[in-house]
């Protein structure tokens, strides 16, 4: 049974999202600049009085922040918030990891709306960054959101122990990369206008959605130096729950409008991808990711009620609206 209220549920993911989002714009603002640096970063003039119009990191800052800062659910900052608490692990390095996390999603996202990929004009109510800002931009404005987590990993506001620095980057890395979201993406694209079983579709969703919210959870209990079964449980949770996500967000695609959910609908239908609501139809679809919630929520017995915002957030993703 779940103890804790969708009241109490929204109040801790606001919580996370208020911290994340201040620490988001803090290191979007200013960037780390050695001493060494040869080539000043700073705006340069081409001659006296005239400012130069050649911008670099500033630009690019500025398109990082836009995709950043423009809100969103931040559920996979909330997972890796609520799993560090099970492992004592301090507030600021599991708002630190969240930060490296989200920002690995918002590259995703960023490069996801691409024309050459699904090129879609709307994200979270707002022109998408390729629309404001031009393709170029965002692909580097996306690769920059990368690199950076990476440099956040590294750093030892993470965790005072390099080994478990290393463990994070590449667990990360392996969730993000070709074995990861970036290989379900590939596998996303390929399968336009192609027939998949339900199987198939599983490991694409597992892939470009699942293994991003299972390292979102694992990550705390890597800070905490959780043994690896409790690390797998997590993984499990995060995974079931993941694919229910995932199912939803094709209910809403079917369902939902664009002024609800931010975003485009009927995006797969017009093109042409295989989801397991157009596999399995609407009602057995959503009575499949209930059942998967039930599964997710079954995997955190062994944290007791320390967990209960992990089983909140369990059924609240089955029952949102955007």
């Known amino acids: 049974m779940v103890h804790t209220s969708p009241e ?6 606001q919580k996370v999202s208020r911290s994340l989002e201040d620490r988001m714009a803090e290191l979007l603002s200013v960037p780390e600049r050695s001493s060494s640096t040869v080539i000043s970063m700073n705006k340069t003039s081409k001659q006296d009085g005239e400012t130069s119009h050649v911008r ?53 996202l960023i490069h996801d709306d691409l024309p050459a990929m699904d090129n879609d004009d709307l994200r979270r109510g707002k022109p998408t960054l390729h629309k404001a800002y031009g393709e170029a931009a965002a692909i580097l404005a996306g690769d920059g959101m990368l690199t950076y987590a990476f440099q956040i990993l590294a750093s030892p506001k993470i965790h005072s122990d390099a080994a478990v620095r290393c463990d994070l980057i590449n667990a990360l890395a392996t969730a993000s990369g070709c074995w990861g979201m970036v290989g379900g993406q590939m596998m996303d694209l390929e399968a336009e206008n192609v027939t998949l079983s339900v199987d198939e579709i599983i ?38 729950m993941g ?29 042409g991808k295989a989801t397991l609501v157009s596999v399995m139809g609407v009602e057995r679809a959503r009575e499949h990711s209930q059942r998967l919630i039930e599964q997710a929520i079954s995997h955190l017995s062994v944290f007791d009620k320390k967990a209960d915002n992990l089983r909140a957030l369990a059924e609240f993703v089955i029952s949102r609206k955007v």
């Open 243 to 271: 694919l229910a996500f995932q199912i939803t967000d094709d209910l809403l695609d079917v369902e939902g409008t664009r002024t609800e959910t931010g975003k485009n609908v009927n995006k797969d239908k017009i093109a």
């Open 8 to 13: 109490a549920l929204q109040e801790a993911i």
């Open 203 to 240: 490991r694409l969703q597992r892939l470009k959605t699942g293994e991003l919210f299972a390292v979102s959870c694992e990550a705390g209990g890597i800070l905490g130096k959780a043994p690896g079964m409790m690390r797998n449980l997590l993984r499990a949770y995060a995974l079931d």
């Open 56 to 108: 670099g990191a500033d630009t690019v800052l500025e398109a990082m922040r836009y995709s950043a800062l423009s809100g969103g659910k931040r559920l996979r900052p909330f997972l890796t918030a609520c799993s560090a608490s099970l492992f004592g692990v301090s507030w600021e390095a599991a708002i630190e990891t969240a930060v490296a996390i989200e920002f690995i999603h918002t590259y995703s």
